[in-house]
């Protein structure tokens, strides 16, 4: 048996990892978070401050299971999200978060023998630069902007050569991620479910709230899960690095009508606004429909959301003025050494809408269209 200690198990990617794992024959999975949580069938939960190196050491330390690193955990400073992505100190517990994780599973003798890592479109500057070169390739030199993505690179590095190539890593760079996960900071799916159901309760169709248009990417959770899965055994994922997408491009003015679908709902007149102002004003409210549709979600609304009204608003171009430049990696290389998984990005939106339903975390779709 190979085991997958699944680091981050809340958050979009890492709920998605562990659920993949957790599945696949041959596999034990080990999902690791801040806060107890109730893994799915076939996995363990390990409970765990990644800042505390103490606790991380004496958890880790003395494994003789634990084959596989997959690391989807990321600090990101509270209420503020983009601002955060450069700040020192977010960088300083990122660096040191990954550290406490491997440090006590890199061993002379022990059973570790891959680690993945996540980065992301902000390799390439895209949350910093007006625009970047078209499609963006692993390749290339990194952007010369300071990032925590290249001090946890370092960092594995390092440690690897220093292990003697004992075992070997593979580092992600997906584009915008969708998934099912409650209260992550970068899952901008429980945010616009809110939206869609606060416009609902008012009589109102569901209106684009962001900017100009942009072509852009996704990349559905499910799928890098199974990326991660492929690269902890192929021998071409070996300290590689790799874009992930979905396999197609989106605009979100083009697939803003197969969401409200998904939803229930008619597609408005666009009316920009940020949700990250509006939604934290419509606790009351959210309280309301939590009641009047019996919903498991949480009543608190910013335990259901995180910071993803913050994240759509930067995905979806809120303030800025246009035209944007598209937003492009090139997915090549992951496809060349092997792992061919893709979704069309409407159906992906309407599965991850569809799973929240089924969850009773939003309304089903049916109750929207009954009025």
């Not at 680690?115 to 007006?130: D, E, F, L, N, R």
Request: proline residues 7%.
């Amino acid at each position: 048996m190979s085991t997958a200690l699944i680091v981050g198990a809340t958050g979009v990617v890492g709920q998605a990892c562990l659920r993949h794992f957790a599945s696949l024959p041959g596999w034990d999975a080990i999902g690791v978070a801040r806060r107890a949580i109730a893994p799915p069938p076939g996995a363990q939960a390990l409970q765990l401050d990644l800042q505390d190196s103490a606790a991380c050491a004496a958890a880790l330390g003395g494994r003789d299971d634990i084959t596989h690193l997959v690391y989807a955990a990321v600090y990101e400073q509270p209420g503020g999200l983009v601002g955060g992505w450069r700040d020192q100190e977010q960088m300083r517990i990122n660096l040191a978060m990954l550290r406490n994780v491997v440090e006590p599973l890199d061993r002379p003798g022990g059973p570790l023998r891959h680690v993945t890592i996540m980065q992301g479109g902000k390799a390439y500057g895209v949350h910093i630069h007006p625009q970047i070169a078209v499609p963006a390739r692993e390749r290339w030199p990194r952007d010369a902007h300071e990032n925590f993505y290249w001090l946890q690179e370092d960092f594995l590095r390092e440690r690897q050569a220093r292990s003697g190539g004992a075992w070997h890593f593979s580092i992600m760079r997906p584009r915008i991620v969708f998934g099912d996960a409650m209260g992550s900071h970068m899952n901008p799916i429980p945010a616009i479910g809110v939206y869609a159901w606060l416009r609902h309760e008012q009589g109102q169709p569901l209106a684009y709230p962001g900017g100009p248009a942009r072509v852009n990417q996704a990349i559905d959770a499910d799928l890098i899960a199974q990326a991660c899965a492929w690269a902890a055994e192929s021998p071409n994922a070996r300290n590689e690095t790799f874009n992930l997408d979905n396999g197609d491009v989106f605009v979100w003015q083009n697939v803003w009508p197969a969401i409200a679908d998904a939803l229930g709902m008619a597609a408005g007149a666009p009316e920009p606004q940020s949700l990250a102002a509006l939604l934290p004003t419509q606790q009351p409210a959210w309280e309301r429909i939590v009641d009047k549709y019996q919903l498991a979600a949480p009543r608190d609304l910013a335990s259901f959301i995180g910071q993803g009204a913050a994240y759509a608003d930067f995905q979806m171009n809120h303030g800025r003025e246009g035209p944007l430049a598209p937003v492009i990696m090139s997915s090549v290389k992951i496809r060349q050494a092997g792992f061919h998984a893709c979704i069309d990005t409407e159906d992906m939106f309407r599965k991850w809408f569809r799973r929240l339903q089924e969850r009773r975390l939003l309304p089903d779709a049916a109750r929207a269209r009954a009025g």
